[in-house]
């Protein structure tokens, strides 16, 4: 197998795995109402994310474009390749634009439900609004991986 794809693969297994992961943990920990595990869990969710996710991004980044490069795929026109770019892209903007400020917002208002005892509605919120764009960030990834198997047009 070629370094390239090893380094792809290995980057895919990062981001997904990561996001996955992530997931159930965060679920389990909401499911415990306990707010020193829900604030712990969505630091953690989030570190996981500068460990795992953003070098997983690097890997496939870098390496898809050097396996195009070296293959000669084209960018031009719509295929398997640029409708795989364009999902990667709206994953991208999604992680960027309203993961890390949700986020940033479940750990400060789990730091507060701390201090409280409770589990405040601002927490809530903010909770429920990354399970939905949970399921994008999670479909999206999971359509380019057949996209990249399959090269289906």
């Given at each position: 197998m070629?370094?390239w794809?090893?380094?792809h693969?290995?980057?895919?297994l ?7 992961t992530a997931?159930?943990?965060k ?11 829900i604030?712990?869990t969505?630091?953690n969710v989030?570190?996981?994310d500068?460990?795992?996710?953003i070098p997983g ?8 474009a050097v ?5 000669g795929v084209?960018l031009l026109g ?5 409708l795989s770019?364009i999902?990667?892209a709206m994953?991208?903007?999604i ?6 400020p ?7 208002h789990s730091h507060?439900c701390?201090?409280?005892?409770a589990?405040?509605t601002e ?6 609004q990354?399970?939905i764009?949970g399921v994008a ?6 359509v380019?991986?057949?996209l990249?198997?399959?090269?289906g047009?």
């Amino acid at each position: 197998m070629n370094v390239w794809l090893t380094l792809h693969l290995v980057g895919v297994l990062f981001m997904v795995g990561n996001v996955i992961t992530a997931a159930f943990w965060k679920i389990r920990a909401d499911l415990t109402g306990k707010p020193s595990i829900i604030h712990h869990t969505v630091r953690n969710v989030m570190i996981a994310d500068y460990a795992f996710t953003i070098p997983g991004l690097v890997l496939i980044i870098t390496s898809g474009a050097v396996m195009a490069g070296n293959n000669g795929v084209s960018l031009l026109g719509f295929n398997w390749l640029t409708l795989s770019l364009i999902l990667f892209a709206m994953t991208g903007l999604i992680w960027l634009a309203i993961f890390i400020p949700l986020q940033n917002r479940m750990i400060r208002h789990s730091h507060e439900c701390m201090k409280t005892g409770a589990i405040t509605t601002e927490y809530r919120l903010a909770s429920r609004q990354w399970a939905i764009y949970g399921v994008a960030a999670t479909l999206l990834p999971i359509v380019i991986l057949y996209l990249m198997v399959m090269k289906g047009f």
